[in-house]
């Protein structure tokens, strides 16, 4: 952390501090306490709370244990934009294998893109909320393929935090003209509307299977004529 300012109190067989300013890994924390309730047992206690690049908060979430914890999820994600983060962490210093950590991200705006063969996510807002169990999307929102989305996904619920598959559920609409985003080839080309979806992302490791679901109601087809 760099540019603090702020007060060190040692009280007892503890310390605390409490910064009304400082910035790290180019996000602008607005506050931050730390505390060490007794050196014999020298548990440190974090809380931060800032603003900043949301491709800020992604790389925090690469360059530490969060990574591996999240299944190595944001590893390719790319954003724009500024997001608010809180983190609250509790680190053993003798057994920092030990590290738990909870806090979230609230997307304002944001464009997220999760592989650069796949068209971004835009005016995302929402919550992205981790843990040392894993992720939850809660009420994540924006547009994707030309219509909104809703993004749900809890990986928290599971007894570890990188075994497992991660399952990514979507919902919304998409327009011919956003398909035409994914694929463009004759027949796309003369769709036109839009019609509502559900689609299942699951990701294991490098292996992701992707299902869609839809009705197709709300497109249209407009044949050759001979």
Known sequence: AEAMTGDLTFAGN?????LDSAQIFGLRLSAVNASIADFDR?????????T???????RFSNESPLNARLG??????????DARVNVRLSLPLAQLDQTSVNGGI????NSVAFESAIPPLTQVQGY??????????RELRGIFLGGPIALEADTQTRATASSQPIDLRASG????AGLRQLVDNELLRRLSGNTRYEAQLNIQ???TRLRVKSDLIGLGLSLIHI
Request: proline share 2%; net charge negative; no cysteine.
């Open 14 to 18: 503890g310390m605390t501090v409490r």
């Open 42 to 50: 020298s548990v440190l206690r974090l809380d931060l709370l800032g």
């Open 52 to 58: 900043g690049p949301a491709q800020e908060m992604v």
């Open 72 to 81: 190595g999820v944001t590893n390719s994600v790319q954003t724009t934009g």
């Open 106 to 109: 609230q997307f304002a705006g």
């Open 128 to 137: 992205l909320d981790f843990s040392d169990r894993g992720f939850a999307l």
């Open 173 to 176: 609409t998409v327009s011919a």
């Open 205 to 207: 490791g490098a292996s």
